[in-house]
C-alpha cells in the first residue's frame, strides 16, 4: 500500500471548507455560516476558520429528515 503524502491528498478528507459543505448541501454559503454560528450545524472552528465534517453533516441531515405521511 502506497503512503499517503499529506493528509490533503487523502480522497476522505476529515473536514471540509464551509465552500465544500455549502455545495455539498446545496445552501448558500452565507446560510451555512449563519447556522454554524447560531449552533444550529455541528461545525468545527479552527483557528479563524469554520470546519465541517460530511459524517456529522450526513447524521444532521438525517436527524432533520422529514417523512411524508399519507
Known amino acids: 500500500m ?5 493528509f490533503a491528498d487523502a480522497k476522505e478528507r476529515l473536514l471540509i471548507p464551509v465552500k465544500e459543505a455549502s455545495a455539498w448541501l446545496g445552501i448558500p454559503v452565507f446560510t451555512l ?3 454554524a454560528q447560531a449552533h444550529r450545524i455541528p461545525h468545527y472552528n479552527i483557528g479563524k476558520r469554520v470546519m ?3 459524517v456529522d453533516l450526513s447524521r ?3 436527524e ?3 417523512v411524508a405521511t399519507g
Open 2 to 6: 502506497k503512503p499517503i503524502e499529506s
Open 33 to 35: 455560516y449563519s447556522w
Open 52 to 54: 465541517f465534517s460530511r
Open 60 to 62: 444532521w441531515l438525517e
Open 64 to 66: 432533520h429528515k422529514r
